[in-house]
């Protein structure tokens, strides 16, 4: 089972940046579109960005032109870039391996980074 640590999360102030960091511990990452979700308090986990294996990027509505996934296949890594946050992005982060079609993604899920962000 592929084991998957996120980082980087923290409190932020609004209109602030943070760049969240995940390993996955697959020798086999470059052979996988990879995706970061978020869960706020109360509300079911979303996904909010996804990268292809040949870097094609897709994102929410809710924070297209504010976040950039990005990854880098050398050391089994994706990264997302979070700019000009709200206090709506405030939410525990996850990364994974995101399922075509479905709402739940491949792998098991990892303890995730929480992101508060104050206004």
């Known amino acids: 089972q592929v084991q998957l640590v996120e980082s980087g999360g923290g409190l932020v102030q609004a209109e602030g940046s943070l760049t969240l960091s995940c390993a996955a511990s697959t020798d086999l990452f470059s052979l996988y579109n990879m995706g970061w979700y978020r869960q706020a308090p109360g509300r079911q986990r979303e996904l909010v960005a996804t990268?292809?294996?040949?870097?094609?990027?897709n994102y929410a509505d809710s924070v297209k032109g504010r976040f950039t996934i990005s990854r880098l296949n050398a050391k089994n890594m994706v990264y997302l870039q979070m700019n000009s946050l709200k206090p709506e992005d405030t939410a525990v982060y996850y990364c994974n391996r995101p399922k075509q079609g479905e709402t739940s993604p491949w792998w098991s899920w990892g303890q995730g980074t929480q992101v508060i962000v104050s206004s």
């Open positions: 990268i292809s294996t040949g870097g094609s990027q």
